[in-house]
């Protein structure tokens, strides 16, 4: 491989806080990425003059990390190891399931409390497209989620990630060939995914910002985000090791990607117009 000698090695980024548990780059990633959501859900529903449930946000994003928890490993375990002693562990918090865990704990939530789902469902797309964005530089910091082998001085080995590239445990865990040469212990240099997803999530938040102001009825810019989740996973998933097609050349996620796309398209057709059928308009009447 003509760039493997000049790529970027990765090292894991946590805190040694000596007798406690260490601190891991992923767990801050995580607890900025929903720190800057409830900023920015906040902030988003007092402009369109929602203050009354904005001073709620606090709870409902509890109940997001603990949907996020309880999805993503839920996820995990059915979809990718089928051990359910992998519960327990601290790896495999895997995107779309904590994010079907947390929309279906925060439907619970807000409709326990008597509060107008689609409301908060229009302010939760930009949010968390950017507490997505902020929560992937987690998995860079650990070294988890990387992608394929990739000559390119703009490839990355990770030697002690998550688990390490080498060529031996990318053969048996995701399916990679071992390139001729290189024996199992060989670290292999590897698309950073975890960059680009980063990347993508912020470019999902700019164009989300930029619709903010639409006039169409509550509930419709969780459609735009759930389209632009389904486009930005898919693409994610080219690059991605993965061993887990199940639907001829596609992964499982880019197969549920597609279809949250789908969803999404509907619920913004069905959220197109502002009326007493139809629901109301982002902004709270004087």
Not at 132 to 141: I, L, Q
Not at 248 to 269: D, E, K, N
Request: proline share 5%.
């Amino acid at each position: 491989m003509q760039f493997a000698a000049q790529a970027i090695i990765h090292h894991p980024f946590e805190i040694d806080l000596g007798p406690l548990p260490t601190l891991t780059g992923f767990g801050l990633a995580v607890l900025a990425g929903f720190f800057i959501a409830q900023i920015v859900a906040q902030r988003e529903l007092v402009r369109r003059g929602r203050a009354a449930e904005a001073e709620v946000l606090p709870d409902i994003v509890f109940a997001a990390v603990l949907g996020m928890i309880v999805g993503g490993k839920t996820y995990y375990v059915l979809v990718i190891t089928h051990d359910w002693h992998d519960i327990f562990t601290r790896a495999g918090f895997v995107f779309w399931g904590g994010l079907m865990g947390g929309v279906l704990f925060n439907w619970l939530f807000i409709r326990w409390k008597k509060l107008p789902f689609a409301r908060f469902a229009d302010v939760a797309g930009i949010a968390i497209a950017a507490g997505y964005a902020v929560g992937r530089t987690g998995c860079w910091a650990v070294g988890d989620d990387y992608g394929r082998p990739w000559d390119s001085r703009f490839a990355v080995k990770f030697p002690e990630g998550a688990p390490p590239s080498t060529a031996g445990i990318m053969n048996r865990m995701f399916g990679v060939p071992i390139p001729e040469g290189a024996s199992a212990d060989t670290v292999l240099a590897v698309h950073p995914t975890q960059l680009y997803e980063t990347a993508m999530g912020l470019a999902m938040f700019a164009i989300l910002w930029r619709m903010r102001d639409h006039k169409h009825a509550e509930g419709w810019l969780f459609g735009a985000y759930m389209v632009l989740a389904g486009v930005e996973r898919f693409i994610a998933e080219i690059f991605r090791a993965k061993d887990d097609r199940f639907f001829g050349p596609f992964t499982a996620a880019q197969a549920i990607a597609v279809a949250i796309s789908v969803a999404g398209a509907l619920l913004m057709y069905a959220r197109r117009n502002v009326g007493e059928r139809r629901g109301e308009g982002i902004y709270a009447t004087p």
